[in-house]
């Protein structure tokens, strides 16, 4: 079924819904807001004042959401957006920082490498890398970083604080106006709290030397966080990650005007366990937790400065952010061991390993204003906005390295790059049971590469239009129908848009498109029918002009073909009563190149299955605990569906006890519950293990997920 003719299917059954619908039932018409306001806990709500009334009605109040249990019906703009509050962050076992991002129904947080290397994420048919079309942001500063020294969109998330964490807000699709970059499978927006009810002294303790010190608190006008941490692993090289995060916030005002400054800090240093051969896991050569080349492993540091303003009266609201980032990672990976580099050639050298290198300086920000209004008699909202970014990289290398210590530059490239997004979206409720958003955005890139191989530098422009369309039936009967159909993009590696040879053969190559289109489009249906329960079923298709896939025998990605997803998300979130809570999601994704390829149209690597079940407790007596299963599916490796991963269920729990006459709790955490043997993250390619032939061995490659471990932890609030 082509584009077009989908589109008008998908026109004609909402049209049909909307005028089965018509009947008079009193509407909610609240919204979530632009940026994420998640979690800002009740506290905060008593700085609000009731709206006025007046000729105008009251059409889209502000409405802050805490959990997930929050009956968005009326409030969302897709089956597939929704919020996550911070005591449902506080239920979960948290093996990595990036498992926050799990919260999202659908995705997946994987590790192929050391703990201090971004996680990989799958999400919607997408084996994302390290980020690559999930935008995430925390407090309006994006965290993607474009034209990264190990894979485009690279997203760490090592530097969160999850106790300073009010909540997240995440949406499937880039349906929305504000959504740019990296957002074609989704966005997440992260929010730090702004005050917090109590100080916490926290120390986390357990299995292979893990250890966490961290403080978090407010007093006054500041809110403030420090973390200190180790961790080895169950590695034969322990992974001897250390890692420091800092945190001090500067608040000024109320939800009606206020200003945030937020400086943060962290550096992070780790060994590394890369994937291991399958062949050498089956002959004994190695173990499930040995490593081939003990020197990997890498160091990185991130320190941000970054500003929200904000005023809001009872018809209008202006926003203003910036941010600054000063960023550095060395990365030393080895994923081929012997193929490039054999025991004897160069002399004196051997082994494949190699650094990525990035050094940047970021700017940005944005501003925008929303105002309600009166369009064609019906009740109304527009916002027009600015976001703009520039990223001074200084430099963005790949050397080939022996024990980290260099010995070749296969290129180093000094990179500017700056993009700048107008956006404008209007929503209109045209009748009780029907409204619409509807929105455009224009993003303009500009390139400009100076390699230390001349024939690659160069400048190159690009600029793309999105327009947007949303169209929502209902509420009827605490039910919502939903209609998204959006274009949007990601923007490729800077590098790429302006090379001509191959930096490894010196073969001719083509430069890739700088800005890569996507079509998306979703039906869906959002009910709170049934009492104490929250419910979503959607089906998506998205279809992206040039696909991203990761080359393993050096670490990065290349854009390559067509393709097209389509997939089907159910999502439940049941609190029978105060103190339980229950959630069940499903997602099932189908991924196809379609080009003719003789190769095969199976995208490897894409996510197919995956299934979330959670029970959490938070008893009136002061026990408390959750348990969680994670089932992530087998995966095509190869294009011609050959070769597969096979799947994996994880299953992690928590126990513990709060004080009634002290303001202290104790907690156990347990990882891997049942010590499955299973992958963390599988992928097929070629190399080379001493005394095999130069031409290397095809095989599959894994990383196993972590053993059992156990950790407990103590909490002290004053």
């Known amino acids: 079924m082509g584009w077009r003719k989908a589109g008008s299917c998908f026109w004609c059954t909402f049209i049909v819904l909307w005028l089965w619908f018509q009947s008079p039932v009193v509407a909610q018409t609240a919204k979530l807001e632009d940026a994420p306001k998640t979690g800002q806990d009740k506290e905060n709500e008593k700085d609000k004042k009731p709206a006025p009334t007046g000729e105008t009605p009251e059409t889209l109040p502000e409405v802050v959401v805490t959990e997930r249990s929050t009956n968005l019906v009326g409030i969302a703009d897709s089956a597939t957006q929704g919020t996550v509050g911070s005591l449902q962050l506080k239920q979960r076992p948290l093996l990595r920082p990036g498992e926050l991002l799990e919260t999202v129904p659908g995705v997946i947080i994987t590790q192929h490498s050391g703990a201090g290397k971004a996680n990989q994420f799958f999400l919607r048919g997408f084996n994302l890398d390290h980020g690559t079309d999930l935008a995430v942001s925390l407090d309006g500063m994006p965290l993607n970083f474009p034209t990264h020294g190990h894979g485009q969109g690279y997203l760490d998330l090592n530097f969160l604080i999850p106790e300073l964490i009010s909540g997240i807000e995440y949406r499937k699709g880039a349906y929305s106006a504000q959504q740019g970059d990296f957002s074609s ?5 992260i929010s730090y709290f702004n005050r917090l009810p109590s100080r916490l002294l926290h120390f986390n303790g357990g299995s292979f030397d893990f250890g966490r010190l961290i403080t978090v608190g407010s007093s006054k006008n500041f809110v403030y966080g420090l973390e200190l941490f180790h961790n080895d692993g169950p590695w034969t090289r322990p992974d001897d990650y250390r890692r420091f995060n800092a945190v001090l916030r500067y608040v000024q005002g109320d939800d009606r005007k206020r200003f945030t400054l937020t400086g943060m800090g962290y550096r992070g ?50 926003r203003a952010n910036f941010y600054v980032i000063d960023y550095k990672l060395n990365l030393f990976s080895n994923f081929t061991y012997f193929l490039d580099h054999p025991e004897t050639n160069p002399p004196g050298r051997q082994g494949d390993q190699f650094e990525q290198a990035d050094d940047r300086t970021v700017f940005g920000g944005g501003v925008s204003r929303r105002w309600r209004t009166v369009t064609f008699q019906r009740e109304a909202e527009n916002i027009v906005g600015l976001q703009f970014r520039h990223d001074r990289i200084n430099p963005v290398g790949l050397y080939n390295t022996q024990n980290r210590v260099r010995f070749e530059t296969v290129r180093e490239d000094r990179v500017k790059q700056t993009s ?19 929105g455009v955005r224009w993003d303009a890139y500009r390139f400009n590469v100076n390699s230390s191989i001349p024939v690659n530098s160069g400048k ?21 129908f939903y209609l998204n159909l959006a274009r949007g993009f990601h923007s490729n590696d800077a590098r790429g848009t302006t090379i001509t040879v191959d930096p490894k053969t010196g073969d001719p190559v083509d430069r890739v498109t700088p800005l890569v289109r996507a079509k998306m489009a979703e039906i869906g249906v959002r009910t709170a029918r049934i009492k104490n329960l929250q419910s979503t079923l959607s089906l998506w298709r998205l279809d992206l002009d040039s696909e991203l896939l990761f080359v393993g025998d050096a670490g990065t990605t290349e854009a390559s073909r067509p393709s097209r997803r389509t997939g089907m998300e159910w999502t439940n979130y049941y609190t029978p009563n105060r103190w339980l809570t229950i959630d069940a999601d499903l997602a099932i994704s189908r991924a196809r190149f379609t080009d003719d390829d003789p190769a095969g149209n199976r995208i490897p690597g894409a996510i197919e299955k995956t299934l979330a079940l959670g029970v959490a407790v938070e008893s009136p007596s002061g026990w408390f605990g959750s348990v969680r299963l994670r089932y992530f599916g087998p995966r095509p490796l190869i294009e011609d569906n050959s070769v597969r991963s096979k799947s994996s269920t994880l299953v992690n729990a928590r126990l513990g006890y709060k004080f009634r006459n002290r303001p202290l709790r104790v907690t156990l955490e347990i990882f891997n519950l049942f010590n499955r043997q299973v992958s963390d993250i599988d992928y ?35």
């Open 684 to 718: 097929f390619y070629t190399s080379r293990l001493p005394g095999e032939p130069a031409a290397g061995v095809d095989d599959i490659h894994t990383h196993p997920a972590e053993k059992r471990s156990v950790r407990l932890s103590v909490q002290w609030e004053y």
């Open 269 to 318: 240093k780790w060994h590394a366990t890369d994937q291991i051969p399958q062949r050498a896991l089956d002959s004994g050569l190695l173990g499930r937790f040995d490593a081939i080349d003990p020197t990997d492993g890498g160091r990185t540091h991130r320190y941000s400065l970054s500003g929200q303003w904000q005023q809001r009266n009872e018809d209008s609201e202006t």
């Open 460 to 480: 190159t422009r690009d600029s793309i239009l999105s327009p947007k369309l949303t169209m929502i039936v209902g509420p009827h009967h605490d039910t919502e």
């Open 185 to 189: 499978a989704g966005s997440v927006d």
């Open 420 to 438: 700048f997004a107008p956006y404008f979206e209007n929503r209109i409720r045209w009748s009780d049971t029907f409204r619409t958003v509807a």
